[in-house]
C-alpha cells in the first residue's frame, strides 16, 4: 500500500484549493478509482474544485463552487447514477470511457467494490509495527538516547532526536536533519 499527501490527491482529482488540513488519520476513498490510492487527511474547511470537476458536480446537482470533500464524493456518486455509467448487471463497476467523468480521471471503467480483503490488513499491520519500531530506534545523532525530542517547523514534526541533541540543533540554529527546514521549537515527548 503506497501514501500520497493529501494535497498531491487532492490536485490530480482537480480540487485546487483546501481550506485547511489536519494531522488527522482519516482514509478517504473515491470509492470508484481509489482501489489502491488512499488518501489520509482530515479537511477543516472545504475544497474549491478546478472547472471539469465543476462542472461534473453541478450536472449531478451540486450549486455553489466550495464543497467538503464528502460532498464531492456525494455528487460523484449521483453523476455516476444520474448518466447511468454503471453496469446494470454489476452494479460496482462503471464504465466512463466516452464520458467527462472518465477524461478527468483518465480511466475507461472502474470498480466501486469495497477493497476488505485480508491482505490489506496485514500490510497495514506490518507498517505500523514497522513504524513503531522505527520510534524505539535511538537518536539519530548520538545513537544512544531514546528519541524523545520533537522537532517543530509549522505544521509539522520530525522524532529523530532526543531532547537533549534536539535542543542543541535549535541552539545552533541548525535546520531539521528530515526535511531541512528551520526548527521552531523542540517538544520533549513522553511515551507510556
Not at 456525494?74 to 472518465?102: E, T
Not at 528519541?147 to 535549535?170: E, S
Not at 540554529?173 to 511515551?191: G, N, Y
Amino acid at each position: 500500500m503506497w501514501w500520497h499527501s493529501p494535497r498531491n490527491c487532492l490536485n490530480s482529482w482537480g480540487i485546487s484549493e483546501v481550506a485547511g488540513w489536519g494531522g488527522v488519520r482519516s482514509y478517504l476513498k473515491l470509492g470508484a478509482v481509489l482501489y489502491s490510492i488512499i488518501c489520509y487527511s482530515e479537511l477543516l474547511g472545504g475544497v474549491r474544485p478546478k472547472l471539469p470537476l465543476l462542472k461534473i458536480l453541478q450536472a449531478a446537482g451540486a450549486q455553489g463552487e466550495t464543497f467538503t470533500l464528502k460532498e464531492v464524493m456525494h455528487y460523484l456518486g449521483q453523476y455516476i447514477m444520474v448518466r447511468q455509467l454503471y453496469d446494470k448487471r454489476q452494479q460496482h463497476m462503471v464504465y466512463c470511457g466516452g464520458d467527462q467523468l472518465g477524461e478527468l480521471l483518465g480511466l475507461e471503467s472502474f470498480s466501486v467494490e469495497e477493497a476488505d480483503c485480508e491482505e490489506h490488513k496485514k500490510e497495514e499491520e506490518i507498517q505500523s509495527l514497522e513504524s513503531i519500531k522505527k520510534l524505539l530506534n535511538p537518536c539519530f545523532l548520538c545513537h544512544h538516547r531514546p528519541r524523545d525530542g520533537n522537532i517543530v517547523h509549522g505544521r509539522t514534526a520530525h522524532l529523530v532526536a532526543c531532547f537533549r541533541c534536539a535542543k542543541m540543533l535549535k541552539k545552533k540554529r541548525s535546520p531539521c536533519p528530515v526535511c531541512r527546514k528551520d526548527i521552531e521549537m523542540v517538544i520533549r515527548i513522553f511515551m507510556g
